[in-house]
């Protein structure tokens, strides 16, 4: 393929990416100042973070140019810099010694999209610093590094729209203000009031120590599911699990909603809201047909509703061993692989929105046989969608459960290969949990379990998924296509 004829504008593109990586290099400040205070290796920080600030500045040098992106751009430039950044964070863990290559980028891939699927079976044993990156990463990709660069640097408001337009979850970006940059930094003002908000409340509510609060509100708000135990938040008073579901119930909101009813004093914003209040009712829903299942107690509708919006937000925490659960109530987590948060929330998935369409579409298309020449438009939070949307979110969900579908049947056959006891229902929850960013899995993958037993090629397949999954597919499909490179 001659460079000519390119569809993409691939130097401006770049261009772009080196800027972002020039940056991206600042995020490994603070676990280098945590590590000097904690007496721990700091020298991998200082060498990945140099190596991400030359590799941008020549990468950004080399392809300088003053051109606006456009949609193709846009997609192209959040696919590598996703990819970029995943490799970078992987450094740490090789250099200090804990995972070799592909395991390192599982880990880090896992962290950026916030998926929360692990290869490490003993967090507790490692330095303090490498586990505050581990957290760190997922906590920078639940609002996505694309926003925050977005709102930080003045010259990625050219193109901007673009970028976040290709980054964000979920079928549309609402504008808070007419100015891209201004709304990023909305978005990442909620974002941080809230981190801060629940590390306070797991200090002197949850009853945890300083570094694990931070550690896991930077998992919580994210919807990431790292943590800083081996048996995760099963180790935690119920007062701190508490205080950890609220803010995963809040991490899976549409924070553009959560700006309104918060900060611009709307309370009733969430009450008008189609997609919050299904929300709120699937949480609900999930909770009671959970208790039902694994009996009727105070600890068990903790647990109960614990899960439901763990997994629904696609947070992955566990506060007990669900695989123990009946089959059940498994199913029913499952099921809530599938659906995530809202969109413009940190949760991964399909989304509730689109769920919601995607039912009323059934419906409106079941009364068209009945009446074929009624109008009936689909409406969400009063407001007609456009026909072009409802075929838009249509298309994803095809292609959505198409993937999962294809995934199932890959990994089966390849754990199969490798001589691993993985049956279909724990292989298709695998793929449903990297996917849709979600985490644990059941069998093999469940949460007291990790992925470190799977065949490498398996490995390579999941973090495909967890990286298309967080930029919803079509940023990473379109690059397979040829129409997409000669136009």
């Known amino acids: 393929m001659r460079l000519g004829v390119l569809a993409v504008d691939v130097r401006a593109a770049f261009y772009l990416v080196g800027k972002l990586i020039k940056w991206f290099s600042v995020a490994f400040t603070l676990p280098f100042f945590y590590a000097i205070g904690a007496g721990e290796p700091w020298w991998p920080y200082v060498l990945v973070g140099s190596v991400a600030l030359l590799g941008g500045l020549l990468v950004e040098r080399a392809a300088r140019t003053e051109r606006d992106i456009g949609p193709r751009e846009g997609f192209f430039v959040v696919a590598l810099a996703w990819l970029l950044v995943a490799g970078l964070g992987a450094l740490p863990f090789m250099l200090v010694g804990v995972l070799h290559p592909l395991d390192a980028y599982f880990e880090a891939m896992s962290g950026f999209t916030t998926t929360g699927a692990t290869v490490i079976a003993h967090v ?7 586990l505050l990156w581990r957290a760190f990463t997922q906590w920078l990709g639940g609002m996505g590094i694309i926003v925050l660069a977005v709102a930080l640097l003045p010259k990625l408001g050219v193109g901007g729209s673009q970028l976040m337009d290709a980054e964000a979850p979920g079928p549309t970006l609402e504008r808070l203000t007419p100015r891209i940059r201004e709304t990023a930094r909305l978005l990442w003002g909620i974002y941080v009031g809230l981190t801060a908000l629940d590390v306070l409340l797991l200090v002197f509510v949850g009853r945890l120590g300083w570094f694990d609060a931070v550690a896991h509100a930077f998992t919580t708000l994210s919807t990431g599911g790292f943590s800083t135990k081996d048996s995760g938040v099963a180790s935690f008073p119920p007062a701190a699990q ?5 803010f995963m119930m809040l991490g899976g909101l549409n924070f553009a909603l959560l700006y ?15 997609e919050a209040r299904f929300y709120g009712a699937l949480l609900v829903g999930a909770t009671l047909a959970l208790l ?3 009996g009727m107690s105070m600890d068990n509708l903790r647990h109960s509703a614990f899960q439901a919006v763990s997994i629904m937000t696609t947070t992955g925490y566990a506060s007990t061993d669900f695989e123990q659960w009946p089959a059940a109530a498994k199913m029913i987590l499952f099921v809530l692989m599938f659906l995530g948060g809202c969109a413009g929330s940190t949760a991964g998935s399909i989304k509730v929105i689109r769920t919601w369409l995607v039912f009323r579409f059934i419906v409106r298309e079941t009364r068209h046989v009945i009446h074929p020449q009624a109008v009936l438009p689909i409406r969400v939070s009063g407001r007609v969608v456009s026909e072009e949307i409802v075929r838009a979110v249509a298309i994803f969900a095809i292609l959505y459960v198409t993937i999962f579908a294809f995934g199932s049947i890959v990994l089966l056959w390849d754990v199969a290969r490798a001589g691993l006891n993985m049956g279909i229902v724990e292989a298709a929850s695998a793929v449903a949990a990297t996917l849709g960013n979600v985490g644990p899995g059941f069998g093999p993958v469940g949460p007291m379990s990790t992925y470190a037993q799977l065949p490498e090629t398996s490995k390579i397949l999941l973090v495909f998924l967890m990286w298309a999954g967080r930029l919803e597919l079509f940023p990473v499909i379109v690059l397979f296509v040829r129409s997409y490179w000669r136009g």
Request: aromatic content about 4%; charged content about 25%; proline content about 7%.
């Open 124 to 130: 507790e044993g490692l330095p303090r610093a490498l």
């Open 292 to 294: 039902v299942s694994v």
């Open 260 to 274: 309104r009813a918060v900060v611009r004093r709307q309370p009733r914003a969430l009450l008008a809201d189609t």
């Open 242 to 246: 508490w205080v950890t579901l609220l």
